[in-house]
């Protein structure tokens, strides 16, 4: 079975007033980096919530390898946010273990090896550590893991273009090739190279889902002038 | 997994309640020691001053350990559970259950213990005091005493066993009674679309109400009928009252712990 991820009839509406997705369906499939694509407000961050367990469907559901979000399906997600969800007290040392303890597939030693890589200290504590620093400890333990799915919203809004870098490669090296990798962004130049597969995400609504050859061949543009065409103001 | 939350969990707040506790104990001991020169056996000039200054901060203490504690325990819940930190704590491998058993487990202990040190501290504290004051005193003749005491409550028709199981079950109780209504609060609370702190707050106030009119409409008829129908003395009463307080706790405590567990299931909606 190479669907990895089912989204069926998904709505979500907050606070009974704004609806943030549409009877949104979706097939997610295994081995690709695929690009969660939309302007803001568009409905990615509902989505990714939503596959994370960390948000309830109005309607619809989602189901990764057959498990709606819960446990089972945690088990095998790695998640980053687009913020730091680490207690500042505790120490990088504390946060491997942490990782080690709940997740099975992480591995601590690549988590270390990284950590080496960028000079971060694993007896800092959190607190001490710039906001930067923090994010790529947070992407180190996120990638550390042999996820099947790996779901990063944001990574690299808001970082300079060497820190963009080191992330990007970070995560075209760590991920686990029988994996998928969703990613959202708004900077999609900065991503476009790596991408197979992009979805277009409109008001809640799918506008597209396309392998990135497709749009190429097809549209005869690169990505990111398509996006700017389809969300044109 | 869930001993692994417990350890996480212990590993996460345990220094600031046990600071605070160790700080208590030692502000008892100073307390008692202003005994061995007690103000109105003193000529010193401003020694009565700083003797009533540290017995003012050990009664500060004693506050600041129950409110203190109980306030650290109810941040660190809301910020694990429903703040950035919640990112994490909602996306390990762990179902709702056991996240809330851990936090409500470990917040438990901590509230036993602070009751414990608080106890440990008036107990030091009036220790040094009876040692300084009336060293005549020995703490095994004090002990005698006591027994002696409760021997004669004994002859008059009390089971003391009955007594002592009835106090031990209400303190679990109210203990546990404690964290639940931190927990409830706090999980009702995230139903209020803005102000969510304000929200838990209220809910704090409008549980406790509730469990305050409900306890005493459940405990009046009972403390009426025992009072004027079979007059068996204070302890029977009171042993009713906190056979009647502890099941209550329970009561609350499981309701609460069913409401708090549906609203992390169904209606989690981190900002």
Redesign the interface.
């Known amino acids: 079975m190479s669907e990895l991820v089912e989204v069926r009839n998904l709505t979500k509406v907050y606070d009974k007033k704004k609806t943030a997705l549409q009877n949104l369906n979706l097939t997610i499939t295994r081995g690709k980096i695929i690009g969660l694509l939309g302007p803001n407000g568009s409905g990615k961050t509902t989505l990714i919530k939503i596959l994370n367990g960390l948000l309830n469907p109005t309607e619809g559901e989602v189901l990764i390898n057959g498990n709606k979000p819960g446990p089972a399906s945690k088990a095998h997600v790695s998640y980053l946010p687009e913020r730091t969800y680490f207690q500042n007290s505790m120490k990088v040392r504390e946060l491997i273990e942490y990782f080690t303890d709940f997740y099975e597939d992480f591995r601590p030693e690549r988590a270390r090896e990284m950590l080496a890589s960028l000079n971060i200290n694993e007896n800092d504590r959190i607190k001490t550590l710039s906001k930067g620093t923090r994010e790529k400890v947070q992407l180190i333990l996120v990638m550390s893991r042999e996820a099947d799915l790996y779901i990063l919203d944001e990574p690299i809004a808001g970082v300079d273009p060497a820190a963009r870098d080191y992330i990007i490669r970070t995560i075209i090296t760590n991920y686990n090739e029988n994996a998928t990798v969703l990613l959202s962004t708004h900077l999609i130049s900065d991503i476009e190279n790596i991408l197979d597969e992009v979805i277009f995400i409109k008001e809640g609504h799918l506008v597209l889902q396309s392998t990135v050859e497709d749009i190429r061949m097809i549209q005869g543009k690169s990505v990111d002038s398509y996006f700017r065409e389809v969300f044109a103001c | 997994?869930l001993g692994?939350l417990i350890?996480?969990e212990w590993?996460?707040i345990w220094k600031i309640p046990a600071i605070l506790i160790g700080a208590l104990l030692v502000i008892a001991v100073l307390a008692g020691l202003t005994f061995i020169s007690p103000v109105w056996r003193s000529g010193m000039g401003g020694l009565d001053v700083l003797t009533v200054l540290v017995w003012i901060l050990f009664y500060l203490s004693i506050i600041g350990v129950s409110m203190g504690n109980l306030l650290y325990l109810a941040i660190r819940f809301y910020?694990?559970m429903f703040t950035?930190?919640?990112?994490?704590t909602?996306?390990?491998?762990?179902?709702s259950h056991q996240l809330l058993i851990s936090k409500i487990m470990v917040m438990t202990v901590w509230i036993f213990l602070s009751m414990v040190g608080i106890f440990c501290s008036i107990l030091i504290f009036g220790g040094m005091a009876i040692l300084f004051l009336q060293p005549e005193i020995s703490i095994w003749n004090m002990w005698e005493d006591i027994c002696r005491e409760f021997e004669a409550i004994g002859m008059l028709g009390l089971n003391l066993v009955s007594f002592a199981a009835s106090i031990i079950f209400m303190l679990i109780a109210s203990t546990v009674n404690g964290t639940m209504m931190i927990t409830g609060s706090i999980c009702m609370g995230q139903m209020v679309?803005k102000h969510k702190i304000l929200g838990s707050i209220g809910a704090y106030f409008a549980i406790n109400t509730v469990v305050q009119i409900v306890g005493m409409v459940v405990m009046l008829p009972n403390m009426l009928k025992t009072r004027f129908e079979a007059p068996i003395g204070v302890f029977q009463m009171l042993a009713s009252i906190y056979w009647g307080m502890g099941v209550l706790c329970v009561l609350v405590s499981v309701g609460l712990y069913f409401l708090s567990e549906y609203f992390v299931r169904?209606?989690?909606?981190?900002d």
């Open positions: 997994m692994k350890k996480h590993k996460a910020q694990s950035d930190e919640g990112y994490l909602h996306t390990l491998p762990a179902t679309n169904r209606h989690l909606n981190l």
